[in-house]
Structure formats: C-alpha cells, structure tokens
C-alpha cells in the first residue's frame, strides 16, 4: 500500500472512531439516563424503537466501515512494521475491532435481543428495564472509551507518520 493510501486509511479510521465514540458517549452519557427517568414501558418501548432505527444504512455504514477499516489497517501495519506509526495503527485498529465491535456484538447485541422479546407491557417488563439500562450502559461506555482511544492511537499514528516523513 502506497503511504499516501496509508495516510488515507488511517484518516478515515480516525474519524470512523471518533464519530462512534461521540454517538456512544452520547448514549451513555444523556439518552440512557433520559430513558431511565422514563416509566419502564415508556423508556423500554422507546429504546426498542431506537435499536430498530439505528440499524440503518448511515450507522452501520460508519460503525462497521471503521471496523473494517481498522482491520485492514492493522493488517497491512504488521507488514509495513518498520514505518513510523505502525506500533500506533495496529494498537488503535485492533481496539477499536475488539473493543467497539466485538464489545457490540457479544455484549450489547444480546442484551437489545433479549429487550425486544418482552413486550412493555408484560409483568416482568419492569425488572427487565432495571435490569437492562445499567448493563447496557456500562457496556456501551466500555464501546465509547474504546472507539475514543482508538481515535487518539491513530491520530498519534498521523502525527508520527508526519514527522518521519
């Protein structure tokens, strides 16, 4: 891979990791507790909505695009190890892969599974909601504090990149 798609690569993996460390901390830190303030079948009912409708073309496109993109740049950092910056991109691209992605599809996935089957208005919806919001929540914390990190290991990967070359 020429540096300049290298650079390329990097810069979109970048933005990719801030752009979803900012949608999850968004989550954590204001429409989660909104949410819970809500009556359980209101805040519940809301938040099934919510994984519905995030499951479109805009989100998924940057969500998983990073996580591709990060991959790839992990990969193609392990051969290019002897470049400036390549500790930093395979660091702030396997994080992000593990660490947002992963972290998503082993932890917060199954938990919007298990929402979805309890209707808002059953008996146990109640305790499903106590139960789920703080759960969720640290996991997608655990999302945003990996895709910000990631941002941060690949912008120095920039800058290192910037002063070798």
């Known amino acids: 891979m020429i540096p300049q798609a290298l650079f390329f690569l990097t810069l979109a993996s970048t933005l990719g990791c801030g752009l979803i ?25 809301a938040m099934q909505s919510i994984n519905v409708v995030v499951l479109n073309r805009s989100f998924l496109g940057v969500f998983v695009g990073t996580a591709a993109t990060c991959l790839i740049l992990a990969i193609v950092s392990m051969l290019r190890w002897s470049e400036a910056g390549s500790a930093l991109r395979i660091a702030g691209g396997a994080l992000y892969v593990v660490g947002t992605f992963l972290v998503t599809m082993v932890r917060n ?11 808002p208005q059953a008996a146990a919806a109640a305790e499903t909601w106590a139960r ?26 920039l800058v290192q990149s910037a002063r070798a070359g």
Do not use: H, I, K, Q
């Not at 996935?109 to 209707?119: H, K, T, Y």
């Open 21 to 45: 460390a900012g949608v999850f901390f968004a989550f954590s830190s204001f429409v989660m507790p909104a949410l819970a303030r809500l009556p359980p079948a209101e805040g519940m009912a």
């Open 109 to 119: 996935v199954p938990l919007n599974d298990a929402l979805e089957r309890v209707s």
């Open 132 to 157: 789920y919001v703080p759960a969720w929540t640290t996991w997608n914390t655990a999302r945003a504090l990996a895709a910000l990190a990631s941002a941060a290991l690949l912008t120095l990967a």
